[in-house]
């Protein structure tokens, strides 16, 4: 089969003339890699030269060296390129205007994992925004999305539960690719700037990241391997808990659990470890950062059998009713503050939702719970159809 080519690639391979004499940007991270790995600030540079200007990064750093969230990075100089690398994860989380005076249109290679939380997605939005206020462009390189563009699941986050992990009506598992995604939101919300998308080459919705035939580069440090990306969608709940989500070990998200889980009890709650796609594998586990660190945790390691059948976000959520059903003594909701929110609870930013917290802390059948986001979910599906690149 042949490997998906990205947007990097077809930039690359064919400018499009409108770039010429134009002065860039780039966002970037260390998954901004073609199919060879040679990465995007040094393919930019090679093909257009001293109009590249400056550098931009989002949460984790332009190395995606930095741990967790509210971890901040500074501005700096690239020492080989000799430009500027700001920060769109420290004093700033929006491109400044002093920033954008630099350049005429910011390239953005980044790879989303196709869940609402992950933070790359506002830092997207915010630089629309921003370039729409400034007259520049923004130039999307597509990329895939590692869990798939035929599936989407949750619900759709409601108003007052904007932050930096989710600000528009999305659910937990979008089903869009980055470009795509820009241009829904770009679109349907007043944003309004001079976007362009570079599409792929290759790439169909029902791929998840090993059918692509590309190299994984984590994109960010607890997400070290296409698996991690799979099931991040659902797992990614357990940072607005005291139940770890495996960071501190080599296999976050995938691993989870804490000191008083009873194994047993989960089990038979779940009606056993073989779930619909996945199996839960019985696990103890020592973190050595973060939640626990240093203390024996039991849980499980998820292992996705079969990631059609699997839906990551049901699936977490019905551990979350398991383990809360089983353990009120000693299960906690995490404490404020969480990517930048001081009040609302970090789990209620996390679901963009507080009425399933509380519908989960009541004991209604997580199934239930999620059959009356339905119509919102296919509300979703409906407006983002027009922007699909690849059906």
């Known amino acids: 089969m042949a490997r998906v080519e990205t947007g990097l690639e077809n930039l690359i391979a064919s400018p499009p003339p ?13 998954a901004s890699v073609d199919g060879r790995l040679s990465h995007a600030k040094d393919l930019v540079h090679e093909k257009f030269g001293s109009r590249l200007k400056a550098l931009f990064s989002p949460q984790h750093g332009l190395y995606a060296e930095k741990q967790d969230n509210m971890i901040e990075s500074d501005d700096f100089y690239d020492p080989v390129l000799k430009i500027p690398v700001f920060s769109l994860y420290g004093k700033t989380r929006r491109p400044t205007a002093e920033m954008m005076d630099l350049i005429d249109v910011l390239i953005v290679d980044l790879l989303d994992v196709g869940t609402r939380v992950y933070t790359f997605l506002t830092t997207l939005s915010y630089c629309l925004e921003e370039a729409g206020k400034t007259g520049k462009t923004v130039l999307v390189l597509d990329r895939p999305n590692p869990t798939g ?19 528009y009506p999305v659910p937990m598992r979008h089903g869009l690719t980055i470009g795509e995604y820009a241009g829904w939101i ?3 919300f007043p944003i309004g700037c001079d976007l ?25 440090p607890n997400l070290p391997t ?27 998200f995938e691993l989870f659990g804490a000191p008083f889980i009873d194994i047993d009890r989960i089990l038979s709650f779940m009606g056993g470890s073989r779930l619909p796609g996945c199996v839960l594998r019985p696990a103890v586990f020592e973190p050595t950062a973060n939640k626990w660190k240093g203390t024996t945790c039991r ?60 519908a989960i802390e009541a004991g209604e059948d997580v199934c239930h719970i999620l059959a009356h986001c339905r119509p919102d979910l296919e509300g979703f599906v409906e407006s983002t159809r027009p922007f699909r690149l690849y059906e």
Not at 18 to 30: A, V
């Open 18 to 30: 409108w770039l010429e004499n134009k002065r860039l940007g780039l966002l970037c991270n260390p």
């Open 149 to 167: 563009g035929a599936q989407v699941e949750g619900n759709c986050l409601r108003p007052p539960y904007t932050s930096f992990v989710g600000r």
């Open 186 to 188: 770009n679109s349907r």
């Open 196 to 220: 362009k998308v570079i599409p792929m080459k290759g790439w169909r919705r029902q791929m998840y990241y090993r059918d692509t035939g590309l190299f994984w580069v984590a994109p960010s």
């Open 226 to 252: 296409p698996e991690s990306a799979v099931v991040y969608p659902g797992q990614v709940i357990w940072e607005g808990t005291n139940v770890s989500e495996g960071r501190g070990t080599t296999q976050p």
């Open 299 to 358: 849980g499980f390691q998820l292992h996705v059998t079969d990631p059609y059948v699997y839906q990551p976000y049901e699936t977490s959520l019905k551990l979350l009713s398991g383990i809360l059903f089983h353990h009120k003594d000693r299960f906690e909701w995490k404490a404020p503050p969480y990517e930048y929110e001081l009040e609302t609870l970090p789990i209620d930013l996390i679901i963009g939702d507080n009425q399933i917290r509380q």
